[in-house]
């Protein structure tokens, strides 16, 4: 359980501190070429969910965040680090993404006039697209619910058969 606190504060403390860095130094939409033609800094606040979704909705989803993040720590608790890996990466990974935006959104409804939003900052453009712009928070969720993914679907069928051989020979030893 400790990995995945120390997972969950780095990436909290990267995401956090990230967004202080661009918010002292940026003015909105303000651009700053990273890797021209491919990667940017930018200054945005998003008050809605993923790509502007429900936007000014931040009161609700606020709450809704809240109530996933606790949900989520129910699941972080329960991870096992030496039986699942990937699993308890990706529940910390989910979880510190999933706080990371809950965050912004209460220092947005505290009455911060500073943080209006989740302060999104990275844009990448891809093969000429340019892609909807996030943060570490967004990365920790997206990273996390792939591993997660590749967890249940490529290594959980492995761990229970594991189990049941391992349950097999208690019951004939």
């Known amino acids: 359980m400790w990995i995945g606190i120390l997972i969950v504060i780095i990436t909290l403390f990267f995401d956090q501190g990230s967004k202080l860095l661009i918010e002292q130094n940026l003015i909105i939409r303000e651009q700053i070429n990273i890797i ?3 990667l940017y800094f930018t200054k945005e606040y998003n008050t809605g969910a ?5 936007d000014d ?12 993040t606790l949900f ?3 699941f972080f608790v329960k991870a096992d680090f030496k039986k699942k890996k990937l699993y308890s990466v990706a529940i910390s990974l989910i979880l510190s993404g999933c706080y ?9 409804i505290s009455g911060n006039k500073v943080r209006i939003g989740v302060l999104d900052f990275i844009g990448v453009y891809i093969f ?13 969720l997206t990273i996390g619910f792939i591993l997660l993914f590749i967890d249940i679907l490529f290594l959980e069928d492995k761990r229970k058969k594991i189990e049941a051989k391992v349950s097999n020979n208690e019951l004939h030893n």
Do not use: K
């Open 57 to 68: 909705s931040t009161i609700v989803l606020a709450c809704i965040s809240g109530i996933a």
């Open 72 to 74: 989520i720590v129910y």
């Open 36 to 38: 021209p033609d491919f």
């Open 100 to 108: 990371g935006n809950f965050i912004d959104r209460v220092i947005c």
């Open 50 to 54: 993923a790509w502007s979704i429900f």
């Open 128 to 140: 000429d697209y340019r892609f909807p712009i996030f943060n570490i928070a967004d990365s920790c």
